[in-house]
């Protein structure tokens, strides 16, 4: 048996948690030979529902879960850890601004941020709680002797909503969807690349003739999907966000399959695809199962995507400069 490892969940009594840290206790994430402990963090008056939790967990007998610390104090949770996701955010409030939501949230992952340095060596840390891109820049920027590599936004569940819909129309399993990027931000202007998508290794746009879909309710579905849960469900996406969080750590854990490539939000050098410096901008990338990554280059970017690349990339502009003096 492999020696314990810890890892951080923050925003551990809220929904997607709740989803999330069953799988990665019961083995689902990190591996059946891995024990792990798990130290969950909330905000003092969600402490009590957290207790709820840690009952749950402990009534699971997960044979692999060798312990729990529950806390409010961040310096606490990050102590240790070798993996950091990132959930708890606030929702945003009835008259809430964007600009409010961002500076409200962005305060977390200040603190957050720095208190990573109570981290393990091996440190990997994916930001999920929205605005999940700006977020991740702010703790990066203050995890000053971290690399900022190894920081990632999440961006699986709109890759894995993308896969979804494209393998529906064109009447085949998901298994046969590959190479999916989206690029930008997690937000309703990201833009799912169809061009660059394949479907059982054909370019997609062959594969689906219809170029209408494509260009128009492929991607609004994708940017909307979040919405239309809600709208639906009167819920927010909590399960499948947990998924794409169980599949995101994976695909960072392990080597990216030959010819394909994953998408994450990593801080831009500005050496690819013509994206800026110094936004947190979703890439294709692939994962060399030892901890380091690279961005795929090579891919094509035409005139149509190039349009929808500079309108993301203007809106994490933005809210970079909302929240420019929380970057340390
Ligand atoms: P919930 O509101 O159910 O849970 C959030 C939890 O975070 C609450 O329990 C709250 O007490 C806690 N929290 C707030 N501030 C905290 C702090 N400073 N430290 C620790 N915990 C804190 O939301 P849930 O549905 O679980 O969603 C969590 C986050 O994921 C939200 O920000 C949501 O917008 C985001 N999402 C991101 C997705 C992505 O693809 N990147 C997709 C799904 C999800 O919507």
Not at 61 to 71: E, K
Not at 250 to 256: F, G, V
Not at 269 to 292: C, N, Q
Request: proline share 5%; net charge negative; hydrophobic share 45%.
């Amino acid at each position: 048996m492999k020696s314990p490892i810890r890892v951080a969940v923050t925003g551990a009594a809220g929904q997607l948690a709740y989803s999330l840290i069953f799988r990665i206790a019961s083995g689902g994430v990190f591996g059946m030979d891995q024990p792990l402990q798990m130290n969950l963090l909330e905000i003092p008056p969600a402490m009590k529902a957290l207790t709820g939790v840690a009952m749950e967990l402990d009534d699971c007998a997960f044979p692999l879960l060798q312990g729990m610390v529950l806390t409010d104090k961040a310096e606490e949770a990050f102590d240790g850890i070798s993996w950091g996701l990132l959930v708890g955010s606030k929702p945003r409030g009835p008259g809430m601004e964007r600009k409010d939501l961002l500076t409200e949230n962005g305060k977390i992952f200040v603190g957050q941020g720095q208190a990573m340095e109570r981290a393990a060596e091996d440190l990997r840390v994916l930001v999920v709680g929205n605005p999940a891109n700006t977020n991740c820049l702010i703790a990066l920027k203050n995890a000053s002797d971290i690399p900022a590599g190894r920081f990632h936004a999440m961006m699986r569940l709109d890759q894995n909503r993308a896969a979804a819909q494209l393998a529906a129309k064109a009447g085949v399993g998901v298994d046969q969807v590959s190479n999916i990027v989206i690029w930008g931000n997690h937000s309703a202007t990201q833009y799912p690349d169809f061009f660059n998508a394949r479907i059982g290794g054909k370019p997609a746009a062959e594969a689906i003739s219809d170029r209408a879909w494509l260009e128009g309710d492929f991607i609004s579905t994708v940017q909307q999907r979040g919405k239309a849960i809600i709208d639906a469900r009167g819920l927010s996406s909590a399960a499948s966000a947990a998924n794409a969080a169980v599949d995101h750590v994976i695909s960072m854990r392990s080597p990216t399959p030959d010819g394909d490539w994953v998408s994450s939000g990593v801080l831009s050098s500005g050496a690819h695809y013509d994206i800026p410096e110094g936004i947190v901008s979703s890439f294709p990338l692939r994962f060399d199962g030892k901890g380091g990554w690279e961005v795929v280059e090579g891919l094509e970017i035409g005139a149509f995507a190039r349009e929808k690349i500079e309108a993301t990339v203007k809106e994490l502009q933005e809210e970079r400069s909302v929240v420019e003096d929380l970057l340390g």
